[in-house]
């Protein structure tokens, strides 16, 4: 089992910068992923950032490419969203999750390649 923290939240004017932090407790496999998901007002909860727990693969979506950078420190168990030039619509929660391990069957843009999730951070970009 693996629990995740998430912090960093708040609110930033647009062009702004924030960085998120999520906090894992438990073991990771080497095969999971840990990524970064939002859900925006009356949205579906969607893809937003995901990198390899053991390196050597990140993926963003692209509304987030060249803007958002995923990374993670496994001495600390955690993992980071630095989030600059943010705008208006990045405004949503932002959810931290895990993967217990990946098969390979589901792209890990998917949201159910992910099996442990934290409670969520708010993110507001004021215009």
């Known amino acids: 089992q693996v629990q995740l923290v998430e912090s960093g939240g708040g609110l930033v004017q647009a062009g702004g910068s924030l960085r998120l932090s999520c906090a894992a407790a438990?073991?990771?496999?080497?095969?999971?992923?840990v990524a970064w998901s939002r859900q925006a007002p009356g949205k579906e909860r969607e893809f937003v950032a995901a990198?390899?727990?053991?390196?050597?693969?990140?993926d963003y979506a692209d509304s987030v490419k060249g803007r958002f950078t995923i990374s993670r420190d496994n001495a600390k168990n955690a993992v980071y969203l630095q989030m600059n030039s943010l705008k208006a619509e990045d405004t949503a929660v932002y959810y931290c999750?895990?993967?217990?391990?990946?098969?390979?069957?589901?792209?890990?843009?998917?949201?159910?390649?992910?099996?442990?999730w934290g409670q969520g951070t708010q993110v507001t970009v004021s215009a």
């Open positions: 990198t390899r727990w053991s390196g050597g693969r990140t």
């Open positions: 438990g073991r990771l496999d080497s095969t999971a992923y």
């Open positions: 999750a895990a993967s217990a391990f990946w098969s390979g069957v589901y792209s890990i843009r998917s949201l159910r390649v992910y099996d442990y």
